[in-house]
């Protein structure tokens, strides 16, 4: 069977430093959904790297309980991996100390790639490797403090703050010359935010620059085929999923059996979309210390991702969507038509945030040069604020 598996296998597994992941896949951290809840859910299904939420540098090293729950795993999570966002290299080192002395992961990734405007507006996210210097000294200090532990650090980006102040290129070949384990791209700039379509030459453009370490696609993975097709089109080692699996945790099945050329794919009836709900919505209230009220309000956002295309009337989504207690939430779902099948097409394609294309918002005078000034730095340094992400 082995011997079967590796000659069908569209990719060899992912390695990143030390770690092998079989399954090329990559769950994209997502603000506000990859706890270790949804972990869980997506993880079951299949094979891959499954990244938390962002946590911010600051937060990490003031040892907010927020923060230390976002790097929180299970027992049984393995690889543990967490992303980590910062714009102050010192800050930065000295979060990535704490995590690797303190042995809370086994794979750090950088976050390059946030659009939202109160982190842009800090230099943060996808608008700081236009900083090429700053850029550089914050991966070099991760790598510094990771390396000694032998954990592997990766950075995610996006294509640059708009098309006139393109950083991918540039930025990948430093975090490859500073010792990353891997890039990441989401082949948009900050300007387009989440609108339009991924440019996916991009990633092939990113794989034809960067020789040693693997290039990670990601931008409108909807579906299984879509992940064989960005590897197709650019030549990518591996994707990252975000959005794609809002709702539908069994897309990492799909994905696991695409990568080993399998044809089966997860075609759930409502039965199975509501008794998943109703899991996620049980580990959410463990996520959260059985504070049942915060666990109810976070599974409120899931509700139309999982049910998009199933016939489930007005009335019974927007009381789902104001769903308070587990028991409610029992109950509401058996009131669905739960021998309902797959509707199809309908279930499928974009989902989640889309956003329209705006001017990103920049520190003054940001973008009228690439270095760094001391006045710069010292505002930046103040700017380490807890921000949580996209
Ligand atoms: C709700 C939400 C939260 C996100 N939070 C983060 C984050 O914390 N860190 C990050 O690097 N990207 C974040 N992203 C971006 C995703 O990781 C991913 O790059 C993006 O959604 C494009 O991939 P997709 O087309 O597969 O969704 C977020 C995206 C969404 C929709």
Known sequence: MDAMTSTTRLLPPLRIGPLEVDTPVVLAPMAGITNAAFRRLCREHGGGLYVAEMVTSRALVERTPESLRIIAHDPDETPRSVQVYGVDPATIGAAVRMICEEDRADHIDMNFGCPVPKVTR????????????????IVRAA???????????????????????????????????????????????????????????????????????????????WQAEDAIRMVEETGCDGVVVGRGCMGRPWLFADLQAAFEGRPERVRPGLRTVADTIYRHG??????????????????????SWYLKGYPVGGEVRRSLGLVSTLAELRSILD?????????????????????????????DGWLDTQDITPDLELRLREAELSVSGG
Not at 203 to 209: E, F
Not at 282 to 303: C, N, S
Request: proline share 6%; net charge negative; charged share 30%.
């Open 282 to 303: 049980e580990l959410m209230v463990a996520h959260f210390g059985d504070d049942e009220d915060k666990a109810m309000r976070e599974i409120r956002k899931h509700m």
């Open 335 to 363: 009131t669905l038509d739960l021998d309902s099948p797959y509707p199809g097409a309908e279930a499928e394609g974009p989902r989640g945030r889309q956003g329209s294309p705006r001017v990103p918002a920049c520190p």
């Open 143 to 221: 790598v510094r403090e990771a390396s000694r532990f032998d954990i592997p650090v990766t950075v995610k980006m996006r294509k640059g703050v708009d098309d006139d102040h393109l950083t991918y290129l540039d930025a990948a070949r430093t975090a490859e010359r500073e010792g990353v384990s891997a890039v990441g791209l989401h082949a948009r700039t900050a300007a387009e935010y989440y609108s339009g379509e991924a440019d996916w030459s991009s990633i092939a453009r990113l794989k034809d620059a960067i020789r040693t370490i693997p290039v990670l696609g990601n931008g409108d993975i």
């Open 122 to 137: 800090k230099g943060g996210g996808a608008v700081l490797p236009w900083k090429r210097d700053l850029f550089r000294d």
